[in-house]
């Protein structure tokens, strides 16, 4: 049996240790994720799921405990070795897309690549590539502030796509869209799944979105419990 591509043993995150104000948010978290897995973290406002996201992509370290991805333990390395495995290892889509105004859709594509040093022509053809499998093929040269939400959303997930990572963090990608213009996203993100077969986990509120998850994962009082939602709870947020 081939080994996790996410391994969180003994995970604890704690805000202002050792003061009056300490708070503890996430709690021995153990949790694995196989390659080519969806998983779902659900879970009140406030429960620390995008701390949980922001630590398995590296952008925040733990109290305690440990991640391993791909087998390799993230927080043994320092801050330059973790950027550069970050940068092609893990791909992050945030809430709020977090585009450059100042380029266009191709240029924030094409950006990881850059940072890895790639040459532009390079990483031109691979950002076009993806941005026609996202069906914004004809929005390549648009600034950011002439695109739709929806659009936005899903030239951040070409970026995060960009440098073909092992895995993807989704934090509330749909989470600033109306229904009907987050079901595309939601398809799409299946199909990036069957089709490159990466490993994608999304922190959501969204029941729709959760559904086209393997696994559910609700976050209480800081620890996980893999959950079943109820068939009514999709069908009224679809």
Request: charged content about 20%; cysteine-free; overall charge negative.
């Amino acid at each position: 049996m081939s080994a996790p591509l996410v391994d969180v043993s003994g995970l604890t995150k704690t805000f202002g240790a050792d003061t009056p104000q300490e708070l503890t948010v996430l709690h021995d978290l153990d949790v694995q994720v196989a390659s080519g897995e969806i998983v779902a973290v659900m879970g009140e406002s406030g429960s620390g799921k995008s701390t949980l996201l922001h630590i398995l992509g590296g952008l925040d370290r733990p109290t305690s405990g440990t991640v391993r991805i791909r087998e390799r333990d993230v927080f043994t390395m320092d801050d330059e070795a973790l950027s550069t495995f970050r940068n092609q290892t893990i791909g992050f889509v945030f809430q709020f897309h977090h585009l450059l105004p100042e380029f266009n859709a191709l240029e924030n594509v094409t950006m990881p690549a850059r940072i890895q040093g790639r040459p532009i022509s390079e990483a031109n053809e691979r950002a076009r590539a993806l941005l026609d499998m996202l069906g914004l093929a004809d929005r390549a040269a648009q600034q950011p502030a002439t695109l739709s939400g929806g659009e936005k959303q899903r030239v951040a997930i070409a970026r995060a796509l960009m440098n073909a990572p092992d895995l993807v963090l989704l934090d509330e990608p749909t989470g600033n869209l109306d229904a009907r213009t987050a079901a595309p996203l939601h398809n799409e993100i299946e199909t990036l799944r069957r089709e490159t077969g990466q490993t994608f986990v999304l922190v959501t509120h969204t029941p729709a979105l959760a559904a086209i998850a393997d696994r559910v994962l609700r976050l209480e009082h800081g620890r996980l419990h893999e959950t079943t939602l109820p068939d009514s709870a999709f069908d009224s947020a679809s």
